[in-house]
């Protein structure tokens, strides 16, 4: 070769170095521990997640304006960085003596706080923990009645915007998550509508709760068809179609509304999930499943950089079903482990995209999205050690519509399409909060009514 040749390699070398971009950081994984120390951080350590997202109840904290019991999160906090976690703190729930009022009755925790109030909570906590938590995510979704029953218009003006001065000037560092809605109905679209334009350069990462089925294969009914499937509520809102006109038109998804406001910002689903009995294989081979195609979702979703699953344990005796463990004090590790539990600690230890070691080939999810997962039944894999199972599927980018008289979805977004299909998950607990269940997911419900009429009195859910 030339010295002429070989000086242009070398700039066109240098060149392409300089424009490929830098390995990326490992997508997070985490579960919702509520106030456990022990068997929610224990669970979300043992599975070698990184994340834990922990309850800090305004109300059973500031029991006083100025007075402090700091008791259960310090023990919680303490535990969960001692084993090498981090922490999204979830700052909620107004007390009996910052109410604005009980406007709408069931009691004070869901109120609208009086100005100046949740600001002054939000300095106190963040004082208190910005050496060990940077992460802080204000309110728990606001636009479900039991959680707030204020207005968009309140939430931005006693919640958010104060909340995220307060945190920035108390910690630059720290960031703050928001607006952790629910997508039940149509409203979060419409609160989305109103905050983002508003608030979001105080929002340092966007963030929402879906819980819906995923489509299953082409001409399949159920999410996507009769009712918004996952990817309908995160990135492509459903339209339903018959003879060429509309008959249905969803609520624009996160990502839609994001784009639309031009937010340009990372997002975390602070909660997903799907109930199974321990115990119960089939219903844990679902879970499982729901679990694997929220995963292979992520792997082509650069923009989506953070899973919090919802939740870390079942406590016995309770109704509640979301769990990766059952809480058993009589076990060794003070939890029975359920499928799920076995599936993140593979996919957090073998995965390259979540932060693991080994390769394409033996992670437990199906890469390229052609309905094969690892070696041997992915043919492209040579061995175990092969370093990709193929290219993925490319999400589809546009709005999912459809058409005929029952309507048909878009498609999945290159997550597989396995035996067992969740379909629309059943009433949960909402953000461990309310001990009473709320309506499904399904489009015209009426939420919070039932945890309203109870008067809010077992919202909180510790382990």
């Avoid at 109300?59 to 999160?73: H, L, R």
């Avoid at 958010?160 to 998550?177: E, F, I, N, S």
């Avoid at 340009?264 to 694997?292: H, I, R, S």
């Amino acid at each position: 070769m030339s010295r002429g040749r070989l000086a242009a390699a070398l700039v066109g070398l240098g060149a392409a170095l300089l424009a490929a971009p830098a390995s990326a950081a490992p997508a997070e994984l985490g579960l919702n521990v509520h106030q456990s120390k022990d068997t929610g951080v224990d669970a979300t350590s043992s599975a070698g997640l990184k994340w834990v997202r922990i309850d800090v109840d305004w109300y059973g904290i500031e029991t006083a304006a100025g007075v402090y019991d700091w008791s259960v999160i310090d023990a919680l906090v303490d535990r969960a960085t001692s084993k090498g976690l981090s922490v999204l703190a979830v700052l909620s729930y107004t007390p009996a003596w910052a109410s604005q009022g009980d406007t709408k009755g069931g009691g004070t925790l869901n109120d609208v706080p009086k100005a100046g109030t949740y600001a002054s909570f939000v300095t106190a906590a963040v004082n208190r923990y910005k050496s060990k938590v940077t992460h802080y995510e204000l309110w728990n979704e606001p636009n479900l009645e039991q959680f707030f029953e204020g207005t968009p218009a309140d939430y931005l003006s006693r919640v958010l915007v104060p909340g995220a001065d307060a945190l920035h000037a108390a910690c630059p560092a720290c960031l703050v998550l928001g607006p952790g809605l629910a997508t039940v109905g149509g409203e979060y679209a419409n609160w989305m509508e109103v905050v983002l334009p508003a608030a979001a350069s105080k929002i340092d990462v966007v963030t929402g709760h879906v819980y819906a089925g995923f489509p299953g294969p082409p001409g399949s009914s159920g999410p996507g068809v009769t009712s918004d499937s996952f990817f309908n509520k995160l990135e492509s809102h459903r339209v339903v179609k018959v003879g060429g006109a509309t008959v249905y038109e969803g609520p624009l998804s996160f990502k839609e509304e994001m784009d639309k406001h031009g937010v340009k910002k990372p997002f975390w689903l602070t909660e997903t999930g799907l109930e199974a009995t321990a115990g119960n294989a089939k219903e844990e081979a679902a879970q499982v499943e729901y679990y694997k195609k929220t995963l292979e979702a992520m792997l082509t979703r650069p923009w989506w950089t953070a899973t919090i699953f919802y939740e870390a344990f079942d406590e016995p005796g309770q109704p509640y079903r979301w769990g990766v463990v059952r809480r058993d004090p009589a076990a060794p590790s003070g939890y029975v482990p359920k499928a799920s539990h076995g599936f993140l600690s593979k996919v957090r230890a073998s995965s390259p995209y979540f932060g693991g070691s080994k390769s394409d080939c033996d992670d437990g999810l199906d890469n390229d999205g052609d309905g094969a997962t690892d070696f041997p039944s992915d043919t492209t894999c040579a061995s175990a050690a092969s370093s990709s199972e193929g290219k993925p599927v490319a999400p589809d980018a546009g709005a999912s519509s459809s058409s005929g008289s029952s309507g048909s979805s878009g498609d999945d977004g290159g997550a597989s399409s396995g035996s067992v299909d969740p379909g629309e998950p059943p009433p949960r607990d909402e953000g461990g909060c309310s001990a009473a269940p709320r309506a499904g997911v399904g489009e015209g419900l009426v939420v919070g009514a039932l945890a309203l009429a109870l008067g809010l009195t077992l919202r909180r859910r510790r382990g």
